[in-house]
C-alpha cells in the first residue's frame, strides 16, 4: 500500500464520485472512469481497515495493560 495513503482522504474521494455518479450528468466515459477509481479506492480503504483490524489494541481487564489482539 502507498505509504501516503489517507484513509480519510479516500473516503472523502469516493464519496465526491459517488455524488458524480448519483447526480447523473457525467458522460458514460466519465462514468466509466470514476467507477474504476471508486473501485480501487474501495479496495485501498479494504486493506487499509484490514490491516489495522490486526493491529487493534485492547486492554486486558485483568491487569489494564494494553495488548495486541486480532480480530477475526
Known sequence: MDENFVYEDAV???TSIVNKLGAGNVTLDESLKLYTRGIELSNLC???LKEVEQKFSVIDPSTGEEKEAEVK
Do not use: A, F, V, W
Request: proline share 0%.
Open 12 to 14: 472523502t474521494e469516493l
Open 46 to 48: 479494504d486493506s487499509k
